[in-house]
């Protein structure tokens, strides 16, 4: 009886309860119409056989009617719990009590069915929750890393200098650094490769490097040379540094600067064009010890003012993947060229990056220096 199917089960039940009622019934009816028919007075009221058939009729089929009733509520009453559980769940309790089914038909299957999609869901809650806790732990810990590292970032601007550095996730390898010692203002603008926490890291020693180095009064190129044997010794992941370092007398506008594989930055003279600062091929810091370096010199007349940057601003990209390219920074940088203060100079070089992108994620960390002798 148990290996059969429900639907075959109920069906069969009520074919057999009928049958007996009807059976029942016919008895019941033939011993009636026997006493009739023996009964002289019946057979001359043939109304009175006729009526005791109906009543006999009538009443096997309410207890037929009541008697089915009651079986098909007590076998569909699995059903009816079930749904019962089904719209509990669906609200969010997942922990609602199914009901007990011993037999072994469609109805224990889909008994089963709840309970394992009961415990399916309640696992993969409990799995989000582990997830999301270690999610929410993991974003705490980038915003320490990030606000430690943005405030390893000098911020006490001199008058003639102002940066900004915007990464592209919690945090990221861009750098800037300054340190003034008299009239000379050494400053640098650098990008390690890659971005999130390793280049973080890879910013943090270079960034002392550049602080450590400034303070030897070396020349240009030992300087560089002493950081990027230091980048290539703490490098285990093939991860490089690429810089713009300068070295200024604010006085006389003489510069040492040394590039190692970074963007030239922008030289705006007073009354003249921006253009891009002629620079010499340099390997940048970490590719290989004892590199070379070869560091050059420049006379700039007062006035003048420097952009440095990182490819972040000149590799921006729109909605439709389009660069903001070197041409839109000349521009930008010229737009300020009669008036407006460093922090001006870099707020709308910013600005003019963001307006190009749109709505377009920043897929690069961007940083922006300007400086004016």
């Known amino acids: 009886m148990n290996n059969r199917s429900f639907s075959s089960r109920l069906s069969w039940r009520i074919i057999g309860i009928v049958s007996v009622i009807f059976l029942a019934s016919f008895v019941v009816i033939g011993i009636a119409t026997q006493y009739v028919i023996s009964n002289e007075s ?22 037929v009617y009541f008697v089915c ?21 669906g609200m969010g309790n997942f922990k609602a009590k199914l009901p007990e089914i011993s ?11 709840f309970v394992y999609l009961q415990n399916s869901v309640t696992d993969y809650i409990v ?10 732990r993991m974003e705490s810990e980038l915003n320490v890393a990030r606000t430690i590292q ?39 603008v650098g990008d390690v490769s890659g971005k999130g ?49 300068g070295r200024i007398n604010l006085k006389t ?5 040394c590039n190692a594989g970074h ?22 810091a970490g590719l290989m010890e004892n590199f070379p370096y070869e560091a050059e010199s420049i006379d700039l007349a007062p006035g003048t003012r420097l952009v440095a940057y990182t490819d972040g601003v000149t590799e921006a990209e729109n909605n439709d993947f389009a660069l903001y390219g070197e041409d839109r920074l000349l521009e930008a940088v010229q737009q300020n060229a009669a008036d407006g203060d460093e922090k001006t100079v870099v707020e709308h070089i910013y600005q003019s990056v963001k307006g190009f992108t749109g709505s377009h994620p920043q897929s690069d960390d961007i940083t922006i220096l300007s400086l004016k002798i």
């Open 42 to 63: 019946a057979r001359q009221a043939p109304l009175l056989l006729i009526l005791s058939l109906l009543v006999v009729g009538i009443l096997g089929l309410v207890v």
């Open 103 to 113: 037999s072994k038909d469609e109805m224990r299957r889909l008994r089963d069915s």
């Open 150 to 188: 943005m405030g390893m970032l000098s911020t006490d601007f001199p008058p003639q200098l102002h940066a900004l550095l915007r990464p592209a996730k919690e945090v990221g390898g861009d750098l800037y650094d300054f340190i003034q010692k008299g009239d000379v203002l050494h400053f640098a």
């Open 197 to 245: 926490v390793p280049a973080s890291l890879v910013m943090s020693i270079t960034r002392a490097m550049l602080h450590f180095v400034a303070t030897l009064d070396l020349p240009l190129s030992d300087s560089v040379s002493r950081l990027n044997n230091s980048v290539a010794d703490s490098n285990s992941n093939d991860m490089f540094v690429t810089l713009f370092i």
């Open 263 to 284: 963007n030239p930055p922008v030289i705006l003279a007073p009354g003249g064009e921006p253009r891009f600062l002629d620079v010499k091929s340099n390997l940048a």
């Open 69 to 89: 009733r009651k079986e098909i509520r007590r076998m569909t009453r699995p059903i009816t719990e079930l749904s019962v559980s089904a719209m509990n769940m």
């Open 127 to 136: 799995q989000m929750k582990t997830t999301k806790s270690d999610n929410e």
């Open 253 to 257: 506008g003489h510069m040492d600067y």
